[in-house]
């Protein structure tokens, strides 16, 4: 079992930019497909963005391509979410998570085995 700890959220006006970080721990972040998910109140759990275990492909949904962007460091077990160009509508919890389907950056959570607690993001008009 991998463990993940997101951090790098918090309260930031519109246009601006945040880098969410998600380490993993237990196991090596190299053989795990990655993606971040967020959360709104009141809302169903969005897909955000995915990357393969090697880094080379992504994949993203319309309403951040182009603002964000997903990278990994398996030297430091790390994936990253860097986010710019906020938006209100961006505020929700953001999760990230493990997938051991290695080579699909999927969009579907029910892909995805592991699940770090998420890390809140607020955007301010």
């Known amino acids: 079992q991998v463990l993940l700890v997101e951090s790098g959220g918090g309260l930031v006006q519109a246009g601006g930019s945040l880098r969410l970080s998600c380490t993993a721990s237990?196991?090596?972040?190299?053989?795990?497909?990655m993606g971040w998910f967020r959360q709104a109140p009141g809302k169903e759990r969005d897909f955000v963005a995915a990357?393969?275990?090697?880094?080379?492909?992504?994949n993203y949904p319309e309403s951040v391509k182009g603002r964000f962007t997903i990278s990994r460091d398996n030297a430091k077990n790390t994936v990253y979410l860097q986010m710019n160009s906020l938006k209100p509508e961006d505020t929700a919890i953001y999760y990230c998570a493990a997938s051991r389907n290695t080579y699909s950056p999927s969009s579907q959570s029910t892909n995805y085995h592991y699940w770090g607690q998420g890390t809140q993001v607020t955007v301010s008009s």
């Open positions: 990357i393969t275990s090697n880094g080379e492909s992504t």
């Open positions: 237990a196991r090596p972040l190299s053989i795990y497909a």
